[in-house]
DNA sequence: AACGACACCGCAAACGTTTGCAATCGGAAG
DNA sequence: CTTCCGATTGCAAACGTTTGCGGTGTCGTT
């Protein structure tokens, strides 16, 4: 019927001996004879006897577990990186709790409030777009509980994180067009808002500037959506003076840039050569394939969670917040080249 | 320096009261004297106290918490699944443990015992392609914790599950293209040994029975990769006489023989029409964009969900297991029309 | 016979919270 | 001046586990 699950209790009930002997016993402690030991662990084995995690956390105070909080699981991007944090947190005996913030600020605030109330040991937070207001961090840090930032970071506060060096991979992607001759390369743009944005936009310009390349306003379009990507690259094709290579700032706007370009009748690399940013598994299946930045979402996910538990494991660490930058490499596909 | 973490003891000890004072008062029980409360709730608001979840699930032997085992978060179905599964918990005031199997037996295995350690009030499974044998699942029901299946479901193991009707969504897939004229049409099949390839296979070849259309075997080849949706396309193009329509196991075979025809000239879906089988969003962003199916992972989440709280929100529900079939339905896109 | 050494085990407190019950107090009713 | 009642509040036990400390029993040694 109800509950069934085993306890010491139970078990030292059963044996007729004490609780403590039972845990003890569990443990395999010095004190405990030898026949008592085999009695409890062939009886916990029979009934499947599992600690209760529960009252361990109560006793410790510590609760093994890390809570993370990230805008949107069902984005490629932030779904690898969970699964690296998972695997990191497994290895260490650590349980994750996941909340989605749906980038609204409200439930970023609820989702502390959860993690806080479960006591949590250390969490991994990707703010929310909405986020502009931190009492709902600065709490975390008042209770002292480790936080390490990923992807999205808050530069007001100090706390390890691990993103990735965007403006280093640009400019790699946009020096690889380059490298293949390009000279008149057009960005589609993100918002000016976003760090992403600004970051990809400067590493673009400063490739064009290292190899004496103009920068051409009239190349740089904000068009951070397959719609709005299919009516830029039109508007490039419309000009006179049409680019022979286009860099995109994430997958989707290149896969709608690489559609409307074989619409004209371009050839894609021969004529025009496309590289993404990647944001999901699109690149494989494209034809011709797409060139595209590999985020390493995986990593990012284990490296965040190594350095949370380099504090949570010796809890005297106590070196100034950290910043680990990410190297996201281009992966060279049949679109540029 | 160590935990700041606020308990009702020290609210009790700086407002000169018992424990089980703070904690009526908090609860706004009648006994406790308007001031008091007052005094209590101010100073709780004041130190950002939080009630101590574990403290709580120890006491009342319910964690308010759901465990989901799950093959793979990266994959575009699960992770809507698992945003499904965390709406509709989150609003019932209940926190989500997310373990992922990797499609490994060991790990689900080490998933059950960490989720039971942790006194999950139920537990949400899909199983993994490896899984073959139950003990582990047969712990969780010795334990009288609710579990749900959804999307893979063990046949032998009578519990609530919740899955999507691949065979008439299959039927439909097939009938859509026999509605719009095509007399002769593949299927790219998925493996015979998963259930999901020979629902998919059994509706294709209902559908072209009921329109008394021949069922020919060599329009229907095993091809569940992209690679091997390429091979078997040009496989079927080289026939003396090939098919009109393509019916694809899922979206990337539909992707890989969207392409293959493209090379090879032909006209989608004027001479060859496509239709896929949805795991990704991969959907939209084709061109033509690839008709599918719609596999409603975010509401299998939410409706297994809901399944399992029904039971967890009344203890004395005791209905036999239920099985909850989702209509998955086709959104009909350029490639097939 | 007395003592210490040793092996083994149980008691009780603690983690933070809830809750049945008892206790206290002031005052009203008899 | 008792007695009783309502309004407040505190005590203590409980949830399952760990752990310091003390207790018991059995030896061997003097």
New binding site residues.
Partial sequence: MS?N????????RIL????????????N?????????KAVNELAKKLN????A???S????RSNTIGVIIPEIVHYFFSSVISGIEDVAYDAGFTVIICQSNERYDREVANVKALLSHRVDGVLVAISKETHQYDHIFAIQDRNVPMVFFDRVIPEIETDHVIIDDQKASYEATKHLIDGGRKRIAHFAGPKNLSIGIERRVGYEQALKDANLPVIPELIIEADSFEKAIKATNKLLDMENPPDGIFAVNDLTAIGAMQTLQKRGIKIPKQIAVVGFSDGRFSGITDPTLTSVDQHGYEMGSVATKMLLRRLLNPNYDAPAQSHVLDANLIVRGSSI
């Avoid at 699950?5 to 030292?12: N, P």
């Avoid at 006897?49 to 209760?52: A, H």
């Fill in positions: 509950s699950q085993i306890t010491i209790k139970d078990i030292a007729g001996i004490s609780a403590s002997t039972v845990s003890r016993a569990l443990k402690h010095p004190d405990i004879s030898e026949a008592t030991k006897y599992e600690p209760n529960v009252a361990l109560l006793k410790h105070s």
